[in-house]
């Protein structure tokens, strides 16, 4: 089993070493970061934070990167939305849900206090990003409303996990270097 420090410099050597698939890969780990059931169980959050850093580092264009982790984060909640709204309670019963009952209590609790806010807001919060978006689709939220938070909320996520990276160690370097 490889260690998390082994994850980001495994994925990290694949991104320098194949620059082209930067793009494709960090849509994947923004993609898994905000799927309902696989984002409980991937460290993508670590692993976008040092690729930005890696981004910044290697002269890598950001906006393809930044547009491929938003595109990611909006398909992975547009994905768990559907899920929720086909299956509704069910999903409780689906591992890895089945076996941490309070994260979806949590987010549907979160969901019923801030409604359309919370499917924003809920991007930037840890567990509760895995679970409000299939809350929004248990609870039937139209989809426009959904699909508005989600959007607007998947482009500033992705601004905010990749720009830390890449402008701070640009910024660092023209400071420093």
């Known amino acids: 089993m490889l260690s998390l420090s082994e994850i980001v410099l495994w994925v990290s050597d694949v991104v320098v070493q194949h620059q082209h698939w930067a793009p494709p890969i960090i849509f994947l780990l923004a993609f898994g970061e905000s799927l309902a ?7 993508a959050t670590v ?3 040092a690729l930005g850093a890696l981004i910044g580092e290697s002269g890598i264009a ?4 930044w547009l491929a982790a938003a595109s990611g984060a909006f398909f992975g909640d547009w994905i768990s939305y559907w899920v929720g709204y086909h299956y509704k309670q069910r999903v409780a019963e689906m591992w890895p849900l089945s ?3 309070q994260l979806l209590q949590r987010g549907h609790a979160f969901f019923e206090r801030w409604g359309v806010l919370g499917i924003f807001f809920g991007r930037f919060f840890g567990p509760l990003r895995a679970v409000v978006p299939l809350v929004g689709g248990i609870c039937e939220m139209p989809q426009l409303r959904f699909q508005l938070a989600n959007i607007t909320s998947a482009m500033i996520w992705a601004f905010g996990i990749l720009a830390p990276g890449v402008f701070g160690i ?3 370097s023209g400071w420093f270097g």
């Not at 059931?37 to 460290?43: D, G, K, N, Q, V």
């Not at 950001?62 to 990167?65: G, K, Q, T, V």
Request: net charge positive; no cysteine.
């Open 99 to 101: 076996r941490n009952p």
């Open 47 to 49: 692993i976008l934070l």
């Open 62 to 65: 950001f906006w393809p990167i």
């Open 37 to 43: 059931f696989l984002s409980l169980l991937l460290p």
């Open 170 to 172: 640009q910024w660092l």
